[in-house]
């Protein structure tokens, strides 16, 4: 499947300011179920520049690469700072929230095993569209 034709999802936090019409978060899927992976799914994740965290868990390890920008991420008690070229494992059900406190975009690649459920405080738990 070629970039172009993967789905993009956009999510945008309730109450929290944007710059411009430009979103927290954009998604691009690029491997999934639903195109054609069985075991493994793939996206590319864009947080823009002053995106406050999104705290939840997610049931699977999770693993984000750095392609381009940076941003802190919480990971249980502990504070990282992530740029180009770092790559973070998110252990499950451990808490996290990345954020992007710069003004330029973050962006990464996500590795998250199909089945992924995330779990954010006051939500019903979910598999994101993204990794269906």
């Known amino acids: 499947m070629q970039s172009a034709d993967s789905p993009v999802f956009s999510y945008s936090m309730p109450g929290v300011a944007t710059v411009g019409d430009t979103p927290h978060l954009s998604v691009r899927g690029l491997a999934a179920p639903s195109r054609g992976s069985t075991q493994t799914c793939v996206w590319r ?40 070229g770092d790559t973070l494992i998110v252990p499950p059900d451990t808490t996290f929230g990345i954020s992007n406190p710069h003004d330029a975009s973050v962006e990464f690649v996500v590795v998250l095993p199909v089945g992924g459920v995330a779990h954010v405080p006051g939500e019903e738990s979910f598999t994101p569209p993204w990794a269906q």
């Open 45 to 84: 994740l864009t947080i823009a520049g002053g995106t406050p965290p999104r705290f939840g868990t997610v049931d699977h390890e999770e693993i984000f690469h750095v392609l381009s920008g940076a941003a802190d991420v919480q990971l249980a008690e502990d504070l990282h700072h992530l740029a180009e």
